[in-house]
């Protein structure tokens, strides 16, 4: 019998192979025409995904010279705005004020991408339509079916489901796989990373 770790690590194998070669081409290209245009990219995930947004902001600034933002990085609005106003509209009114554009993007991390119906990470579905209002474009990483982040998204990875009671772990672990592979990118990349120029 296969220990967790080998489980694991098989299942990860698996989800490589199943990767959408051409979704995650749709995102570099979408990403990459996004930022040639100077629109500014929106970072948007909730829990374990603000980490990605926060990190992933970092990346596509300094490798990639793409003008990018995470709302969940100023932790005093986050928190005012949730409990003045509720979560559900914690980003799409930060979005607002930033004066989003249809020269913009959004970039969802995020496991389910969403759901009003089911009534989770409704403050990322409020985000998106927002986009969707201004004709800005909608970028996704997510698990699952992909949730409303799928159905709306301009380009959209969702990664594959290979174990159902490891769909969050395997989702947000590629989530930061998918987000490399993009900012070294050739379509993206501008910038070297510092450990690839010391001998």
Same mark, same amino acid.
């Given at each position: 019998?296969?220990?967790?770790?080998?489980?694991?690590?098989?299942?990860?194998? !698996?989800?490589?192979?199943?990767?959408? #070669?051409?979704?995650?081409?749709? %995102?570099?290209?979408?990403?990459?025409?996004?930022?040639?245009?100077?629109?500014?990219? $929106?970072? %948007?995930?909730?829990?374990?995904?603000?980490?990605?947004?926060?990190?992933?902001?970092?990346?596509?600034?300094? @490798?990639?010279? %793409?003008?990018?933002?995470?709302?969940?990085?100023?932790?005093?609005? @986050?928190?005012?705005?949730?409990?003045?106003?509720?979560?559900?509209?914690? $980003?799409?009114?930060?979005?607002?004020? /930033?004066? +989003?554009? *249809?020269?913009?993007?959004?970039?969802?991390? /995020?496991?389910?991408?969403? *759901?009003? !119906?089911? *009534?989770?990470? #409704?403050? +990322?579905?409020?985000?998106?339509?927002?986009?969707?209002?201004?004709?800005?474009? &909608? $970028?996704? &990483?997510?698990?699952?079916?992909?949730?409303?982040?799928?159905?709306?998204?301009?380009?959209?990875?969702?990664?594959?489901?290979?174990?159902?009671?490891?769909?969050?772990?395997?989702?947000?672990?590629?989530?930061? #796989? #998918?987000?490399?592979?993009?900012?070294?990118?050739?379509?993206?990349?501008?910038?070297?990373?510092?450990?690839?120029?010391?001998?």
């Amino acid at each position: 019998m296969a220990s967790f770790t080998e489980q694991f690590l098989k299942e990860s194998a !698996e989800i490589i192979g199943k990767l959408d #070669v051409a979704s995650i081409e749709a %995102l570099a290209h979408g990403l990459g025409k996004l930022r040639d245009d100077g629109g500014r990219l $929106f970072i %948007l995930g909730v829990g374990g995904s603000a980490g990605h947004a926060s990190h992933a902001v970092n990346d596509f600034r300094k @490798l990639c010279g %793409l003008e990018s933002y995470a709302p969940t990085d100023n932790v005093s609005e @986050l928190t005012a705005r949730t409990n003045d106003e509720g979560w559900d509209t914690t $980003f799409s009114e930060w979005l607002k004020v /930033s004066r +989003l554009a *249809n020269t913009d993007g959004l970039l969802i991390f /995020s496991v389910g991408g969403g *759901n009003r !119906e089911k *009534n989770v990470s #409704v403050n +990322l579905v409020r985000s998106i339509e927002l986009a969707k209002e201004r004709g800005a474009k &909608v $970028f996704g &990483v997510v698990g699952r079916d992909g949730g409303t982040t799928k159905q709306l998204a301009d380009a959209c990875v969702v990664i594959p489901t290979v174990a159902a009671d490891r769909v969050t772990p395997h989702t947000e672990g590629f989530a930061a #796989v #998918v987000w490399h592979l993009l900012v070294s990118h050739p379509k993206l990349a501008k910038n070297s990373t510092k450990w690839e120029s010391v001998k």
